[in-house]
C-alpha cells in the first residue's frame, strides 16, 4: 500500500485543481471521505472541488461544506481526480455523461475498500479488508503528514460508523476502535455523527420501515426476504434514502443464513441489498450472479425491472374428507 500511497501524494503535489467525486446514492463513507479530503487539500493550497450525481441527504448536514457539491463539470479543467468509495467505476453514475472520464486523459486516484473495485484509476488505493474508505484515508493521511482538524475527525467517524453499522457489524475492529478514539480525541463529533446517522427517523421513514417489517418473510432454507414497491415509497411519503440501514436491521433474525431486501426504484431498477452474519456465506459471489458486486458480508446489485408478488396456494383435504375431494390433494392454485 506504501508505494500506491507514495503515487498518490506524488499526484497529489503536483496538481493545481483537484475534483472529489463521490459514488452515487451518496452514503456516509463516500461523503465523509469527499469531506475529509477536501479540508486536508484545501490547506495545501490546491484548488478541490466536490461532485456527486445524486441529492446528499440531510442527515449529513452537520459536516463542514456538505452542500458543496456539484453535479455537472468539465473534467479536463482539471488537473487530478480523486474517485471516494466507489466499488466499480460505473458506481459515480458519471460515465453516462462523460463516457470518457476514467480513461487516463486526467489522471485518477480511486480510493476504496470493496472487493468489487475494477481498479479504474491511475492510482488504486484499494484495500477490501478496510472496514471503510476513510480508514484508508485515515492511514494515507498518517502517511502524507496531513492534520486531524475537528471537522476531518468528524468526517472520518462518519465513515466510520456508516460502515460498521455503529460498531455493530463484524468488520468492526480494534484498528475501527483505535482510529474512532483518535478521532474523538481529534475533537470529532461523534455525538453528532451517530445521532444524525442512526438516532434521527423521520415518520415517513418509521411508516416505510414497517412495511419492510411487515413483509418480511423467512423461507425454507433459512434466507430472510423482505420487498419494497414503488407503491410502498408512495404511500409512507418515503425517499429511497430513507431505505438506508433497514437491511441490517431486519438481518438481526435469529437463525438465518443472510438477508435480503428488494426495491424498486425511480428509474425502473430492481435493487437488491444482502447482508449476513455466517462465515460460510460470501454475498459478493451471490450479488455477482446478478451484476452486482461489494464484500463477502455485505453485498448488493441492480436489474433493470420491476417487482411482482406471485402467490400460490394450495388445496390441502383433511383426513376424513370424501373419495371425491382427494384428487384434489396438492393442486396448485
Avoid at 34 to 59: G, M, W
Avoid at 66 to 78: A, D, P, R, T, V
Avoid at 122 to 127: A, P, Q, S, Y
Wanted: proline fraction near 3%.
Amino acid at each position: 500500500m506504501e508505494v500506491e500511497f507514495q503515487r498518490a501524494k506524488r499526484l497529489i503535489d503536483k496538481a493545481e485543481r483537484i475534483l472529489l467525486i463521490a459514488h452515487r446514492k451518496p452514503d456516509g463513507d463516500t461523503l465523509g471521505t469527499c469531506i475529509a479530503l477536501h479540508l486536508a487539500l484545501s490547506k495545501e493550497s490546491k484548488e478541490v472541488q466536490k461532485a456527486c450525481i445524486d441529492d446528499i441527504p440531510d442527515r449529513y448536514t452537520y459536516m463542514t461544506d456538505i452542500k458543496e457539491y456539484i453535479k455537472e463539470f468539465n473534467y479536463h479543467e482539471y488537473d487530478l481526480l480523486i474517485v471516494c468509495d466507489a466499488g466499480a467505476s460505473y458506481m459515480t453514475d458519471y460515465h453516462k455523461i462523460y463516457p470518457d472520464i476514467f480513461k487516463g486523459e486526467v489522471p485518477v486516484i480511486n480510493i476504496d475498500h470493496h472487493a468489487s473495485n475494477d481498479n479504474f484509476g491511475t492510482v488504486n488505493i484499494v484495500d477490501h479488508h478496510a472496514a471503510s474508505t476513510t480508514v484508508i484515508l485515515y492511514r494515507f493521511f498518517k502517511y502524507a503528514g496531513y492534520n486531524f482538524t475537528p471537522q476531518i475527525a468528524t468526517a472520518i467517524l462518519t465513515g466510520l460508523y456508516n460502515d460498521t453499522g455503529s460498531f455493530m457489524h463484524q468488520n468492526t475492529s480494534p484498528e475501527t476502535l483505535k482510529i474512532a478514539g483518535e478521532m474523538t480525541a481529534c475533537g470529532g463529533r461523534v455525538v453528532d455523527v451517530s445521532r444524525n446517522l442512526f438516532k434521527t427517523t423521520p415518520v415517513s421513514t418509521l411508516k416505510l420501515w414497517g412495511r419492510v417489517l411487515e413483509n418480511l418473510k423467512v423461507n425454507s432454507e433459512g434466507v430472510a426476504l423482505s420487498v419494497i414497491t414503488k407503491q410502498d415509497f408512495d404511500e409512507c411519503e418515503a425517499q429511497i434514502d430513507e431505505l438506508s440501514g433497514a437491511v441490517d436491521f431486519i438481518n438481526c433474525v435469529p437463525g438465518t443464513k443472510f438477508t435480503v431486501l428488494l426495491h424498486e426504484d425511480d428509474a425502473g431498477n430492481v435493487k437488491g441489498s444482502f447482508r449476513t452474519r455466517n462465515e460460510d456465506v460470501d454475498l459478493e459471489e451471490i450479488a455477482g450472479k446478478f451484476g452486482g458486486g461489494g464484500h463477502k458480508k455485505a453485498a448488493g446489485f441492480t436489474i433493470p425491472g420491476r417487482l411482482e408478488k406471485d402467490i400460490r396456494w394450495k388445496i390441502i383435504p383433511l383426513n376424513g374428507a370424501d373419495r371425491r375431494h382427494r384428487s384434489l390433494r396438492s393442486i396448485d392454485l
